[in-house]
């Protein structure tokens, strides 16, 4: 099992001095969130979801406290970059066409430029840009395999995938939480890293274990 250490910002030092600064990120990550659901309205929550269970399962895989928390503010704003999608194809009823779909493959390049200056952001920039790649080189945009992907980026493209199967979308149903699963179990060491996998089927085996339940350090 691989030893997973984060390689940007393993670590935001948590301690008296470096309070004010965390304060500061995670309010100004909330702000952002918000922007997002203006935008896209039906993905409300998705992010905070996405960003509770990338915790989860950091803290699973046995990542620090200090480092699961950095992990969970770059999730809060993963999708940051769908603000340059415009609303027709956000709201679009149906599937997309390809030069729809090349616009959406987009949305990651763009929340990386978005973040990537800003001094006290720039660690969620890569993390971002990664979180559609996928370990066995399908993702976007750069095609990356595992060994080249952020372990942050592997552990948010799993939670990613996970509740967006089982959120509604304006061009499809909602799955139920054990077809999710299977799902995610298929890519197993293919789309998806099996030590993440692993790490996410199991907290789904713990009673009472839901997208919407807080964690330890959550906000």
């Known amino acids: 099992t691989e030893i997973y250490t984060l390689s940007l910002h393993d670590a935001l030092p948590i301690c008296v001095r470096e309070q004010d600064t965390l304060a500061m990120t995670e309010g100004t990550l909330r702000a952002i969130e918000k922007i997002v659901e203006m935008k896209d309205p039906f993905i409300a929550g998705h992010q905070r979801r996405v960003a509770r269970l990338s915790y989860a399962i950091s803290r699973r895989l046995g ?4 480092s699961s928390r950095v992990l969970r503010m770059a999730a809060l704003v993963h999708d940051v970059g769908k603000v340059s999608i415009p609303i027709q194809v956000l709201a679009k009823p149906m599937h997309l066409s390809e030069d729809e779909y ?10 990386y430029e978005i973040l990537k200056d800003i001094d006290h952001l720039a660690f969620a920039a890569e993390i971002i840009l990664q979180h559609h790649e996928r ?5 976007y945009p750069s095609g990356l395999t595992g060994d080249r992907m952020l372990p ?10 996970m509740e967006a199967m089982i959120s509604r979308r304006p061009h499809r149903p909602a799955l139920g939480l054990e077809e999710a699963l299977g799902e995610i179990d298929r890519g197993r060491g ?8 692993d790490a996410c089927l199991d907290l789904f085996k713990e009673p009472g274990f839901t997208l919407e339940s807080r964690s330890e350090g959550d906000f």
């Open 152 to 161: 942050e980026a592997r552990i948010i493209s799993v939670a990613d995938a």
């Open 63 to 66: 990542l620090s406290e200090s």
């Open 135 to 139: 370990v066995d080189g399908s993702g």
């Open 102 to 111: 090349s616009i959406v493959r987009m949305h990651p390049l763009v929340g």
């Open 190 to 197: 293919l789309e998806y890293d099996p030590d993440v996998v």
